[in-house]
């Protein structure tokens, strides 16, 4: 079969992105600050509403490793972190010397359960360690339950770093997603809703603290007229040209996400008579996913022994890509020592769940090749 590949979720570009590049070319704006930097941030801000100060950063890792550094997370500090997510969103937590402490799912939204995130805080506060932060995921662009998890929050007084980097353009009760937290964060890698080729960013709610997370994100150089450092820094910053691609990808966003909510509809079609198959879908009017991945589970027990995997290998078979929900963490080689908090959720949901293509530029041809590849499982 010489058919091309479909992709799980691969970069889509409106058209106008080019011209912001080439008017950062036009201009010598190619240094790693600009016009461009200083738009998409106003863009996002716009986008996402009042109160939110966002700072373009290289990535959505850097980003949620500056909320930890402004949230306060030093070494030797414990942080609560949602198991079932990717690694992104745990490593940096390591590399601020302090220990992550996994909590399981809850089955409606699949991110951070709040009554296992709940019976953490009370062991880890009777254990003499009180966590520093919590970082909440709203898994493939589902927000999670954002009162429930404040509400636990702001009783034992921990902060949220919500970590966006799969929801841009998701709202809970009408809010943006990335602008629960006490620091948001969000991504714009590759396959991600919208895309600067790689870049991130960090929401703020305060232009201070903005200002403080750029000040970190460039080497943290203190205003005076040689190079003089009072804090650690770091090389965090996006550049002139990727924020010219995002700025682009701003223009689309809507019609990314619509296209993506289709996608969705389009695997609730294919499996509505299959009882074996759930496709992973809000719980409530209140939650409004982007759908950036279209997910589904398989219960082996009603479609006759057969498995996601089977499905998966079928699908690769036919030059479909998809994958296996996220790993949880607690289960990862690297984090076997972690504390982990919760029941089987997550792992059942890794066991059992499959990331189907999704892009928001897939063509109707290749909505066809995937039909009919899923209709022979």
Known sequence: MNATKIWLSSPHMGGTELDYVNEAFATNWVAPLG??????????????????????????????????????VQAGDEVLCQSMTFSASANPIVYQGATPVFIDSEPETWNICPVALEEAIKDRISKGKKPRAIIAVHLYGMPYKVEAIRSIADYYEIPILEDSAEALGSTFKGQRCGTFGDVGVLSFNGNKIITTSGGGAIVTKTIDLKNKAIF??????????????????????????????????????????????????????IFSNNDAVTVFAEPTSDYFSNHWLSAITINPSLNGGKTREDLRLLLESEHIESRPLWKPMHLQPVFKDAPYYGGTVSEDLFTNGLCLPSGSNLTDEERERIKNAINIF
């Open 216 to 269: 970190l994100a460039t080497q943290a150089r203190d205003n005076a007229p040689h190079y003089q450092h009072s804090e650690i820094g770091y090389n965090y910053r996006m550049s002139n040209i990727c924020a010219g691609i995002g700025r682009g990808q701003m223009e689309v966003l809507d019609h990314h996400v619509a296209q993506r909510r289709s996608m969705h509809s389009f695997y609730e079609s």
């Open 35 to 72: 016009p461009n930097v200083t738009g998409f941030e106003q863009d996002l801000e716009h986008y996402l509403g009042s109160n939110s100060f966002v700072g373009a950063l290289s990535s959505g890792t850097a980003a949620l490793h500056l909320g930890l550094v402004l949230l306060g």
